[in-house]
Every structure is written in structure tokens, then in C-alpha cells.
């Protein structure tokens, strides 16, 4: 993530924000979901029903495979789709000291424990 970061800060003029979306890892982690369902979708007149597969680990540190299971109904057939996907979870306040160290300032946020999402807004120093 550090190398990410610093990337990013590169391309950054001075003064230039940085606008990060991410998932609350620590409120999921604390929950363990196995399955989640997001309801149904609609996606060139195809429906479907996406299904969350979590592979929660015992440390937030721990790479986390998710496995999306997408489910279509197209007239009279039913089909699906499976889609691995890793991710690399960290705490929120890890998140702030590395946007400091790498050059970041102004950090403000709408983080609460409770939030499942959150955003970050950053200046390049």
C-alpha cells in the first residue's frame, strides 16, 4: 500500500487531492460474514444476483479472498458466473499514518466505526 500511496503522491501537484473509497476491514472483520447478497441488478435487461463469498482470516494483516458468485436469469435460463478476487485489508488508522509518511496532509474523513464505507480526502504537500 506504501508504494501505491507514494505513486499516487507522485502525480499529485502540490496542493492536488486525493479522494480514497474503502471498505470499514475492521467492521467486517469483527462481524465474519460467510455470505453476503446485495439484492437483484439489472444490467443490459439481464438479471442478476450477486453473492459474496467471505474467506475471513484470523488477523485484519491477512491477505482476504473473496469469491463473487453472480447468478443470471436471462429469459427462461439460469447461469452463473465465479470470480475470485484478493484483497489486502488494513486498519484505518494505519491508512492515516501511512498517507502522512508519504506526504499527504489535510487528511479529513467520514470514518465511524459503524460505517460499513468511508471516504478520505487528502492534499499533496
Known sequence: MISSLKGIRSTLKTGGVLVLDS???????LSKPRFTLTGTRLRNNIKY?????WNI?????????IEVVLMFEEQTSIYERHY????????YQVLLEILKEVGF???NS????EKDL????AKAG
Open 23 to 29: 471498505r470499514n476491514w475492521e467492521k467486517l472483520f
Open 118 to 121: 468511508y471516504t478520505i480526502t
Open 110 to 113: 467520514n470514518f465511524t466505526e
Open 84 to 91: 475470485n478476487i484478493t484483497y489486502h485489508p488494513f486498519k
Open 105 to 107: 496532509t489535510s487528511i
Open 49 to 53: 444476483i450477486p453473492l459474496y463469498v
Open 57 to 65: 482470516q484470523e488477523h485484519i494483516e491477512n491477505e482476504l479472498l
